[in-house]
């Protein structure tokens, strides 16, 4: 019902909703991950787990380590594999998504701050960690922290996972800077003013009026984001974090490294990881029809 | 609230000679005007010709080059302003409502003396349920402004401004967005609130309105006050040309 001020009360001194030129405004309902990954239809998710279980038994069918033995392998170690590596996959994701929100919000709430001492580093480190690769963060923040620290008399090894997580949650926070800014920024400038005019204090406006108002339109973004972020976990084997892929070798090892286990153990990998994500990405793109239709 | 030195004798707003540019476009170039307590004036004059932007100085939404606004004898082009209690004292409808979409009607009025004058809730909701019945909403209290019609949505917002009992009210274009059938009920609220004795800002194009309820008429054009007077004369004895052709346009 608000359409219409965003376009007529452009006619303002107000130095707060002056959105930055310089990146494009409000990539809020940009769903892409999930769009994509909500579009498979549970038929083509049979299909492809048909292929990935029945090509190597074709294909490897006369030699000496039958699929059937490397199936037996996988089941073996599925307790290992799942309850040891998959759980912390979803573990870093969880703590990554909480420590990104937190920090993201603060950022987005930065961004959008009147004063430009503080607008412009928040744009500057949602820039920056928005637009670098995931991998390079996760090494920099590997090798930036100590192994260890010391409070007082204790000692606290920091784990590698938890390395992992702040290496993760860097770009986690500067997208869900963006969403912010761009929820915010959403919210017509009519809103702003009548506040204004009733005396609210900026704050006051953007506690009681402006966010309220977008909550909402921040959740399908937020929820793609962590499904981007849970596919991404693996990456985080590269640094030796004991998670499914680094466990999935780890137990390919112990079966000799037959190059038959290969397919049924990542598949496994791909179809757990798809399982887990694919609700998540019906649910975002659910939602996102749902709130469009009440604005 | 207001400053020591004002007393009611003197004009509640006074604007001398103010400018104001964005950019390189100068909007008012030099506007005088007085309004006395429990005045109602209304100023007229084609698009652009810088009406919103007068009144949204004197609440400080925009900020004025040069010249002096004085509410109530507090100097809004001061950069030490304290804006809230200068808003405090002055309510302004704006032409797209603007209420708060995820609140109710009821919670829209009750808000602000809440949050911002720190008025105890029931205290607040009883005047806010008597404003509403003021505007004629009565059975509207629980409808988000989702489900209210423009009229309505505006006459809720006639009533929230009201709420924070402002000593001056700002109008702008506040029927322009409406449909014909619901212009009347707005400007019906409106007219109630200048017979009680509140003092007016109108920006309005409604002329059979501005006749009937003004004390006093503004035309501006491109920035400057070309003519004024009270109604009984300003439609009929308008001298300069600009006025006599927008009247001529208009009514
Ligand atoms: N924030 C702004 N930045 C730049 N130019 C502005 C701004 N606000 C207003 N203007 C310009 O100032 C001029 C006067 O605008 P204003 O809104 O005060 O006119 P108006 O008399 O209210 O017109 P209307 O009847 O169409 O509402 C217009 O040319 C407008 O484009
Ligand atoms: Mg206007």
Redesign the pocket.
């Known amino acids: 019902m608000n359409a219409k001020p965003a376009l007529t009360t ?3 001194d107000l130095a707060v909703l002056k959105p930055f030129k310089f990146s494009p405004a409000g990539q809020v309902n940009d769903l892409l991950f999930s769009r994509w990954l909500a579009e498979f239809s549970p038929r083509s998710l049979f299909l492809i787990a048909l292929i990935l279980l029945a090509w190597p038994g074709f294909a490897l069918a006369q030699s000496n380590y039958s699929f059937s033995q490397a199936l037996d392998a996988l089941w073996r170690w599925l307790p290992f594999i799942v309850g040891k590596g998959f759980v912390l996959n979803l573990v870093v994701s969880f703590m990554t998504m909480l420590v990104g929100t937190i920090a993201g919000v603060l950022l987005g709430l930065g961004q959008v701050s009147p004063a430009r001492a503080i607008a412009a580093p928040s744009w500057f480190i949602t820039q920056l960690f928005r637009n670098s690769p995931w991998l390079v963060l996760l090494f920099i923040v590997m090798l930036a922290l100590p192994f260890e620290i010391q409070i007082g008399d204790h000692i606290y090894p920091i784990p590698d996972w938890l390395k992992a997580v702040f290496g993760l949650a860097l770009p986690i926070m500067a997208n869900i800077s963006e969403i912010v800014r761009g929820a915010i920024i959403s919210v017509p400038t009519g809103q702003w003013e009548a506040a204004d005019s009733l005396a609210y204090s900026r704050n006051q406006t953007l506690w009681l009026v402006i966010l309220p108002q977008c909550f909402k339109r921040m959740i399908p973004p937020w929820m793609n984001w962590y499904a981007i972020l849970t596919m991404a976990t693996p990456l985080i084997s590269l640094l030796g974090v004991e998670e499914i892929v680094t466990l999935s070798r780890q137990a390919m090892e112990a079966e000799d490294n037959h190059p038959e286990l290969l397919v049924p153990f990542f598949g496994f990998a791909l179809i757990i990881f798809f399982a887990y994500c694919y609700p998540i990405a019906r649910y975002t793109i659910r939602l996102e029809k749902k709130f469009a239709v009440r604005q | 609230m207001s400053n020591s030195d004002w007393t009611p004798e003197q004009p509640l707003v006074s604007i001398r000679d103010v400018h104001k540019s ?2 390189e ?1 100068e ?1 008012l170039k030099g506007v005088t005007l007085d309004v006395r307590q429990g005045e109602v004036i209304c100023i007229i ?1 084609p ?7 007068l009144i949204r100085c004197i609440n400080a939404l925009n900020t004025i080059d040069s010249g002096s606004i004085k509410v109530e004898g507090i100097e809004v082009n001061n950069p030490e302003l304290d804006k809230l209690k200068l808003r405090k004292n002055v309510g302004m409808v704006f032409q797209q409502y603007n209420l708060f979409p995820h609140k109710t009607a009821l919670e829209n009025v009750m808000m602000a003396p809440i949050k911002v004058l720190k008025q105890a809730p029931d205290e607040v909701e009883e005047r806010a349920r008597k404003l509403i019945k003021r505007v004629n909403l009565v059975g509207k209290e629980n409808s988000y402004p989702g489900e209210l019609s423009g009229g309505q949505q505006q006459r809720v917002a006639i009533a929230r401004s009201l709420a924070m009992n402002p000593d001056v009210m700002l109008f702008d ?1 506040v029927t322009a967005a409406l449909d014909p059938e619901t212009v009347n009920e707005v400007l019906l609220a409106i007219k109630d609130l200048a017979q009680d004795g509140m003092t007016c800002i109108l ?1 309005t194009h409604e002329m059979g309105f501005a006749r009937e309820v003004a004390d006093h008429i503004y035309f501006t054009d491109r920035g400057v006050i070309v003519e004024h007077g009270p109604p009984s004369t300003f439609f009929t004895e308008a001298k300069d040309p600009r006025t006599q052709e927008f009247l001529s346009q208009i009514l």
């Open positions: 452009t006619n303002t | 964005f950019g476009l909007v004059g698009s652009g010709s810088g009406k919103s932007t274009e920006v």
